[in-house]
C-alpha cells in the first residue's frame, strides 16, 4: 500500500529548495522551510507562505522531530555540518531526502549516522525548468533509491510518492553511487563543458570570419537547441535518416577527426576520476569563489554572452512596444 505524505520540512530555501516548495506545496503538501536563525531567505520563505522552522534554535527541535520527511537541499559542502547540528532533533523513522548523492558518497554520511534514514530523490531537470514543467502539467525524468533506509520498501513508497507530487516521471531506481558517477560525468563530459564552449568556439570561428554576429549566434545556439528538441522528439537513428547530405557528411567529417575522437579518451579520465574519488579531493582542494568569479569574468567578457545580452534586449523591447501597441 503507497505511503500518503502530508508534509515535508525542507532545509534551506535557495533555487531548488523553492522550486520543491512549490511544487509539493501546490500538489497538497503541508512545507515548512528550515533555516540558520540568521538566514537572509527567512522573510522571503515567509513571505512566500510557509512557515519557518530554524534548525540553529531548541525551540524548534520539537518542531522538526515531528517530521516524517526532511530533505535537505542546501548546497553539497553543508550538508555534514547541518546533519551533525540537527541530528539530536530528527526522528529514527524520518526519512532525509537528498536531492543528489554527493555528499552522502562524499562524506560516507551512513557510516557517520547510522542511526538515521537517507533517501535519495534526483529530479534531472534545473530547478526553474522542473517549476514550468509542472506548471504546464509536463513531467520531467528522475532517480530515487531507498539504498540507506532500514525499511526500504517503506522508504521506497514514500519516495515514489513524493516524486510524484514533485511532478516527476515515474523514476528510475538507482543506487547514491550510480547517481552520483552519472550526475558528476554528465556535468563534466556535456552539460557545463562541451554544450556551452562548444556552442562559444563554434560562434568565435564563424565570426574570425566577419559572419554576422546575429546569424552565426543563430546558428550556434538556437539550432542546438532545435537539434536536442528533435533526438529528444524522433530519436537518434531517425535523426541521422532525415538530416540533408550536407549535414550527414559534414557531422561525419568532424566525427572522424583526430580532435574528435580524443574526446573518447577524455571521457573515460574524467569518468575514472569520479570513481576513483581524485574528483573529490580536487573539490576539497578548489577556492570555489575564486573559480567562479574567474570564469564569470570570462563569459562576460565573450563576445557571444554579448550577443545574447544585446539580442535578448532587442526581443523584450519588441514585446513592450507589441504590447503597447495592443493595449492602445
Known amino acids: ?22 511544487n509539493l506545496s501546490d500538489s497538497g503538501l503541508n512545507v515548512r522551510i528550515a533555516l ?47 546533519l551533525n547540528k540537527v541530528k539530536g532533533c530528527i526522528s529514527k523513522d524520518a526519512l532525509i531526502v537528498f536531492a543528489h548523492g554527493f555528499s552522502v558518497k562524499k562524506e560516507n554520511l ?15 531537470a534545473i530547478a526553474s525548468e522542473m517549476r514550468e514543467l509542472y506548471i504546464k502539467r509536463e513531467k520531467f525524468p528522475g532517480a530515487i533509491s531507498p539504498e540507506y533506509c532500514q525499511n526500504q520498501q517503506s522508504s521506497e513508497e514514500k519516495l515514489t510518492e513524493l516524486s510524484k507530487s514533485l511532478g516527476m516521471s515515474p523514476p528510475s531506481k538507482v543506487t547514491f553511487e550510480e547517481e552520483t558517477v552519472c550526475d558528476l560525468f554528465s556535468e563534466q563530459s556535456l552539460l557545463c563543458s562541451l554544450l556551452p564552449y562548444g556552442i562559444r ?3 568565435e570561428a564563424l565570426r574570425q ?48 577527426s583526430k580532435e574528435f575522437q580524443s574526446l573518447k579518451s577524455l571521457f573515460s579520465r574524467l569518468i575514472d576520476d569520479i570513481s576513483n574519488r ?31 545580452e544585446r539580442f535578448h534586449q532587442q526581443s523584450r523591447e519588441q514585446s513592450n512596444e507589441a504590447l503597447d501597441n495592443k493595449k492602445a
Open 201 to 203: 568556439y563554434a560562434f
Open 110 to 124: 551512513p557510516s557517520k549516522f547510522p542511526f538515521l534514514n537517507f533517501g535519495l530523490l534526483a529530479p534531472k
Open 1 to 22: 500500500m503507497m505511503n500518503k505524505i502530508s508534509s515535508i520540512t525542507i532545509i534551506g530555501y535557495g533555487s531548488q529548495a523553492k522550486t520543491w516548495a512549490s
Open 209 to 256: 570570419k566577419n559572419i554576422h554576429s546575429e546569424m552565426a549566434f543563430n546558428e550556434c545556439l538556437y539550432e542546438s537547441k532545435l537539434i536536442i528538441q528533435t533526438i529528444e522528439k524522433l530519436g537518434f537513428k531517425k535523426f541521422f535518416e532525415i538530416i540533408s547530405p550536407n549535414a550527414l557528411y559534414g557531422g561525419q567529417k568532424a566525427y572522424a
Open 36 to 82: 540558520r536563525s540568521n538566514s537572509p531567505s527567512i522573510n522571503l520563505a515567509t513571505n512566500h507562505g510557509f512557515q519557518v522552522l530554524c534548525f540553529d534554535d531548541e525551540e524548534y527541535s520539537n518542531d522538526i522531530h515531528k517530521s516524517e520527511l526532511i530533505a535537505i537541499l542546501t548546497p553539497d559542502h553543508t550538508h555534514l555540518e547541518i
Open 278 to 308: 581524485k574528483f573529490f579531493e580536487e573539490v576539497d582542494k578548489t577556492d570555489f569563489n575564486k573559480l567562479r568569479n574567474n570564469v564569470i569574468d570570462d563569459w562576460s567578457n565573450s563576445e557571444i554572452n554579448q550577443a545574447w
